[in-house]
Structure formats: structure tokens, C-alpha cells
């Protein structure tokens, strides 16, 4: 979706990492799970409150959100933990994903697109 | 700066500061200066310019307060960011500004706590690569103060 604009877009290809002794800090954009939800969130960290044990709970928003991510989180849950961090982003290429995204979107295309590489492939078949 | 014992929503009251600061930023390289004027936080010489080469798409510039207190080992709290466009002005000279996000601490770690580290950081949004976060080398130390303010003037 758009809240993470203009860095990255819908269609973008994100590089992750998700090493648990990776330390989470503000700035950092971290890919999470809201408990109960399918699909994962790509935002920054904007806030965070460690204990001296290494727990640590913290604050998400998207950078073209207007306001930080708690509208989302589960009822009642006001933070984040290690355990909703599905991964970290380190780096990107644009525009990958569009192609899936305008198949998802527009059936006429996916069925285009499996015509046309259909063709392809009994042409070079010969 | 001052805090306020305040709470919002479901959560217990916790300390909430308010500081203002002025950002000097001319950008060219990473080595920064700071000095306390005052009230008054100049971040100068922040250069950030040779940053912008043909693969750098944006900065996303984060100002962050940086402490420890009784319950938490560390807590980080962004104040203010602000997207800097290949392109744009890469001088900033933004004077009292206030914190974007409230500053809330979890509990009530701000009274008196006389080592609050302000720190501009960036992350480098590149066309295609690497995201890097990188801190600028300058810091400035906030106190706060022992006493809660009972009229918020803000």
C-alpha cells in the first residue's frame, strides 16, 4: 500500500533479513504480524522501551501515515515485540512485483499473460 | 523543556516532555557540530550533500532522543523526521521546532533525568540497493528538569 510513499511503492520487491539477535531500533523498517491478520506490515520503528532482560516493546508508523500505527495493532494492544517481527528490510528493487500485483487486479491480464506464454512455448516447441 | 505528568487513552499516567531545538543543517559531509545555546539546540554543519549521488533517492531524516531509566535499559523516542528529496534544498535551517510525536516515556523516567542524548540519524532510500541507516556524529545532551510544570504553555 501506499503509507510507506515515497520509498517504496506498491509492486516494490523488499530484501529482508530476520536475525533475532539483529537489535530493533528507531529508524529501522521492520516487516510484522498483527496477531490474527494475514497480511504483513512494512513501517518504521518510530519509538522503543527495552528492560535490561532484553525484552523490548515498540511503536510502528509508516512514513506517509499521518499518524503512528496503534490503530491497527489488536484491541487492546498498544506495542510491539520480538515475536511480531517477521523480518527486517535491508534493501529493495522497484517495480518487481507489479506484474503479480496486475494479475491479482486485472484477470484479463493474468489470462493474457498465460496466453501469450502459452504461444511462446508451443512456438518454440517447432 | 518541561514535563508534564499527563496520560492519554488506556495508558497510565507516564511522563511526557516537550522540547524544542533548532536544526542548522548544511549538507555536505557526515561530520557534525553541535552546541547548546540556551534553550536552544543547534545541529550545524551537518553535511549531507556528497550523499546524493545517481542512486539516492531520498533520505528519511529522523531526529531521536535517546535515554535509560529506572524500568527500561533503553528507550529511543523519534521526536521529528522529515523526508529530504533528491533535489530538494539540502540546507536546513529550521528553527523552534517542536517535537512532531509526543514524547511520552514508558513510566516515569523523564523527571530528573539529566542524560537525554538528542541524535539526528538518516536512512539513505536508495533506486535500487541498500538501505543504510547512517547517525550523524554530533549529539546534544538534554536535562530535564525535577519538577513537573503545571500549566502546559505550549
Redesign the interface.
Known sequence: SGSME??FHRGDLLFLTNRIEDPI?????VVFRIEGREIPIVH?V???????SGDI?FLTKG?NNAV?DRGLYKR?Q?WLEKKDVVGR??????YIGIVTILMNDYPKFKYAVLFFLGLFVLVHRE | RKNVEDFTGPRERSDLGFITFDITADILNEKTRLCKYNMVFFLTHLHLQSIFDWNVKQLFLYLSAEYSTKNNALNQVVLWDKIMLRGDNPRLFLKDMKSKYFFFDDGNGLKGNRNITLTLSWNVVPNAGILPLVTGSGHVSVPFPDTYETTKSY
Open positions: 515515497p520509498a531500533r528507531v529508524g529501522e523498517i518504521r518510530l519509538k522503543i522501551h527495552e528492560r535490561p516493546k512514513d503512528d487492546g498498544h528490510a535491508r534493501g529493495f528493487v522497484p
